[in-house]
Nanobody
Framework: QVQLVESGGGLVQAGGSLTLSCAAS????????MAWYRRGPGKQRELVAA???????NYADSVKGRFTISRDNDKNTVYLQMNSLKPEDTAVYYC????????????????????WGQGTQVTVSS
């Protein structure tokens, strides 16, 4: 089993920044892809960004140029640096992980991931 614990959410004004962290523990040796998803009020869960062990990344169009996903493989931690935040970024942000070969098309599907964190709330005020 793999445990994912998110941290770093909070309340921020529009235009501000936040950094989310997700620490993985347990049987993590086969984990390749880690990702951030979000679910806004009344919306479906959507991919924000994904990253592989080798550093390949995949971003939602809505966050390109504003958000950066990174990963510290030694610490088994993935980060999401969020800049120029907008009210529409308000959501619960979830960390996800999957073992095995990376597939960029599948990485956009929430059902592709094996493991999920509990989520952390990000609220952006206007």
């Amino acid at each position: 089993q793999v445990q994912l614990v998110e941290s770093g959410g909070g309340l921020v004004q529009a235009g501000g920044s936040l950094t989310l962290s997700c620490a993985a523990s347990g049987s993590i040796s086969n984990i390749n892809t880690m990702a951030w998803y979000r679910r806004g009020p009344g919306k479906q869960r959507e991919l924000v960004a994904a990253i592989t062990t080798d550093g390949a990344t995949n971003y939602a169009d809505s966050v390109k140029g504003r958000f950066t996903i990174s990963r510290d493989n030694d610490k088994n931690t993935v980060y999401l640096q969020m800049n120029s935040l907008k009210p529409e970024d308000t959501a619960v942000y979830y960390c996800a992980a999957r073992s095995g070969v990376y597939n960029p098309r599948n990485a956009r599907r929430a059902t592709w991931y094996n493991y999920w964190g509990q989520g952390t709330q990000v609220t952006v005020s206007s």
